[in-house]
């Protein structure tokens, strides 16, 4: 069965930044050969992760970062940043809840999102980070 | 490659309500001539959420909202509320945590589940909604 | 179109415990028959999970599990256990939150992984159990 894999690549900014791939999507979708199928994706790192939301300042500058500041703080103590001399805890606990993958649904060459709904890969990591997403497209 | 496109769709109540859509994926699989495969699941829309869980009252009706309810409060404050005059920016931040998506596996037309172990869907949303959610067969 | 499903069997001590299954799912990429193409792996059961982490031991053995147990408390107070007479309220939040399925990509028979991500099983029970993971490729 053919498969395609492509890939994404894209600069962050780091510390919780939180970039819209819904476009680099269509790009992918726009190059291949398929229309209708499921795109498994994985960003490779274990500080970053993907996930949907609507993309919008409020949520996006504001309220989901203060809840990872609350569920994991960037001052918290952590043995990681013991062992290492590291300063990203936080980002790596932040990175595992969310989870590296997400597989999305496209029909005519497009991704079925809601009208309000977009991807993004959160980057926690605390510098400046290029960044790569696996795409693979399964389908016909 | 032959891939299948579905549609379940739902109402819910919103405010975290939390529908077991294992009755629907076999639904769905009666309907497929693929018996073993991979089902992607995605939930179309930024306040909704799928996972598993064993589907009883308690942690169904109690305990998943009180955990919710403490890492993203309903009357919190959240910057997407000030902007859209709106009420539901926890809704959001639980819906992107949770995420969209879940890739559930089948063989002979059944998915491969725990005993106590449930597809659900979580509406976060604050008001009744309905909801869709693509499912895609990949197998054979 | 031929799709291929492999089990990994693990045992685990429970209580928050953290396997790296990276090896595991080598081997079953080394069994296969397929180069390149999707891994869709789901843990059976309603009280485990998989991400993926930096697996050292600060991350492993410390900091994942000081985060857990802010989310969802060993010794909170849950209906599910008031109902069932059962201790592991907090080990069934914890794995829905996770989530259950995770799909990873590879090329050349290997998972394509950033140098310090490993794929991990989070057994959150509070017991010893025997895990199965069911591991599905589609590709060629």
Not at 8 to 27: C, Q, Y
Not at 60 to 84: M, S
Not at 127 to 132: L, V
Request: hydrophobic content about 35%; overall charge negative; proline content about 5%.
């Amino acid at each position: 069965m053919p498969i395609e894999t492509h890939d994404i690549k894209v600069d962050t900014k780091g510390n919780t930044d939180i970039l819209d791939l819904t476009p680099r999507l269509i790009e992918v979708l726009n190059l291949s050969e398929l229309s209708t199928g499921l795109a498994g994706m994985f960003v490779i790192g274990s500080t970053a992760g993907l996930t949907t939301v609507e993309y919008e300042p409020g949520l996006v500058n504001h309220d989901l970062r203060a809840c990872f500041e609350k569920i994991a703080p960037e001052d918290g103590e952590y043995q990681h940043e013991a062992t290492w001399h590291d300063d990203n805890g936080h980002s790596h606990i932040r990175a595992s809840l969310i989870g590296p993958s997400l597989t999305v649904p496209f029909t005519n060459g497009q991704p079925i999102l809601g009208t309000w709904q977009q991807i993004v890969l959160i980057d926690f990591d605390t510098r400046q980070r290029q960044r790569r997403v696996v795409v693979q497209l399964v389908g016909e």
